[in-house]
């Protein structure tokens, strides 16, 4: 595969190209190779006397162990604790934590109840499930109907409310009701004999649709995903100049007959390929 280096500082001193000479193009990355770090031009711009490259210019990207040490210090500066520089406890401005019964204080966070499902042929049956706390689901299968506790006590009926679903049942079709059997014609189709003739035939097209058919022919050339149609000023205007190589040679034979062959190649100079190096040079 192809080979691209990109810019990289190799001389003495650490940063990204900088001073009075050189230019780097909008998102552009430099790497240095002695400080390690990595550096992103934010424009355009050529260095000149009164107007020189600076660190100012890039986005600078630190490497790991540089990191890593930036950390380290800025811990050290703001002296940070084990748990940063909030205290753990469960006052305000503290950080939480689990007390010896494993569970965080419930100042901080209330019990919180699992939902649990229950079913039932009845009001009776509802309202006697003495298990249910709040947020409990009950399936009535009288009902065809969901009821959840919103709040106790749970043998208190109007405790309990409907949980609405949407009205999704098909009401008619075509205007029949119940168990519904509909023919092609009534839906305004073809008989159902014709449609089974049809359906069991070698073919879907009358036999003078296939006559006219078969007497067609069609041909074009199409754009696919690797190819566009353009005009020729822009064909012009976009060819890589002495790409194509051409080259041919005679072939006689008998009865003083010749054929001239011709060979088209693409010269591995104008195109990048697997061993090509694209370099974005050093500084």
Known sequence: MATIQLRRKTTSGNGPLIGSTGSVKQGEPLIDLNGGNLYIAKKDKTA???????????FEFVNKDKLIGMIEDATTALELGTASRFNVGDAEGCIPYVHSDGYLSPDIIPSIAITNTFVANSDSEMIALSNAEVG????????????????????????????????????????????????????????????????????????AQVQLLSHIYSSEIDTSAGSVFISQQEFRDNAITNAIMVNFDVH?????????????????????????????GTY
């Open 136 to 207: 409990d689901i009950c399936i009535r299968n009288d009902l065809s109907k969901t009821f959840i506790l919103k709040s106790n006590p749970y043998n208190t009926l109007s405790n309990w409310t409907e949980l609405k679903t949407p009205a999704d049942k098909v009401s008619s079709v075509n205007g029949k009701t119940g168990a519904v059997n509909i023919s092609l014609s009534e839906l305004g189709g073809v008989s159902t004999s014709t449609f089974n003739t049809h359906v069991n035939s070698n073919k879907h097209l009358t036999d």
């Open 252 to 280: 006689e034979f008998y009865e003083s007959f010749f054929v001239k062959k011709f060979y088209l190649a693409i010269d591995g100079t104008k195109v990048y390929h697997p061993g090509s190096t694209i370099d974005g």
């Open 48 to 58: 000149s006397s009164s107007a020189p490259l600076a660190v100012t210019d890039y």
